[in-house]
């Protein structure tokens, strides 16, 4: 079974920094992963789709990288603003299953 | 382009109470449709999932239940509510053709069972 840990739980950082969001998941077997962003009280908004077959997608200050063998990926932001402060979730399908299965995210917070 | 709507955006309901989450998805044909939970201090977890009418695979044991009457509409369901059903319910859909498709999330609807 897929299970997929983000590190740190939470993370707040002063405007302007770039920062590093990691993802890792036990289960090499997959589709995609996709990389969400989640206001308070809010849906989730989906950042960057990465499939198997790729190794990093970019989106504006966002990139995300995929490495399959060590079962990790990342997400950067680069020149942080308050306007990202959110939840990050990432989520992996994998190949025995329809369904993504989804980190418990990483709160962060950017200081103004 | 496609849209996707979620209604009530919130409700309060006692427990053992019925429950109706209704999703309807805009702009788009033969999409899967997803119902996930999000429970305080937890992650999200998938409830159901539905490739076309009338078909309807549970994830998790509940007292919940999925129907799909039509194409691009998806409810949840429950004939009395448990006080652990709280949570936060979103409804996702994605494109049907291949494997691997982005799945897009509606606003949510926040469930509080008192």
């Known amino acids: 079974k897929q299970e997929v840990t983000q590190i740190p739980a939470a993370l707040s950082v002063p405007e302007g920094e770039n920062l590093v969001l990691n993802c890792s998941f036990t289960?090499?077997?997959?589709?995609?992963l996709q990389w969400f962003r989640q206001d308070p009280g809010k849906g989730l908004t989906s950042l960057l789709l990465i499939q198997s077959s790729q190794r990093e997608q970019t989106s504006g200050r966002l990139n995300a990288s995929l490495d399959k063998s060590s079962g990790r990926s990342t997400l950067y932001i680069a020149a942080s603003q308050p306007g990202d402060s959110a939840t990050y979730l990432c989520?992996?399908?994998?190949?025995?299953?329809?369904?993504?299965?989804f980190g418990s995210g990483t709160q962060l917070t950017v200081l103004p | 382009s496609q849209t996707i709507h979620q209604w009530p955006a919130t409700l309060v309901q006692p427990v053992g109470s019925p429950l109706s989450l209704e999703c309807t998805v805009e702009g788009t044909s033969n999409p899967n449709l997803y119902w996930y939970r999000q429970a305080a201090g937890r992650g999200l977890q998938l409830l159901f999932y539905?490739?076309?009418?009338?078909?309807i695979s549970s994830e998790v044991p509940q007292n919940l239940s999925a129907s799909r009457p039509q194409d691009r509409q998806f409810i949840l369901s429950s004939k009395k509510l448990l006080l652990s059903d709280s949570g936060f319910y979103l409804c996702a859909w994605s494109v049907r053709s291949g494997i691997g498709n982005e799945q897009y999330f509606g606003p949510g609807t926040r469930l509080t069972v008192t």
């Open positions: 539905s490739v076309g009418i009338g078909q």
């Open positions: 289960d090499s077997a997959i589709y995609n």
């Open positions: 989520a992996f399908l994998s190949g025995s299953a329809r369904q993504l299965t």
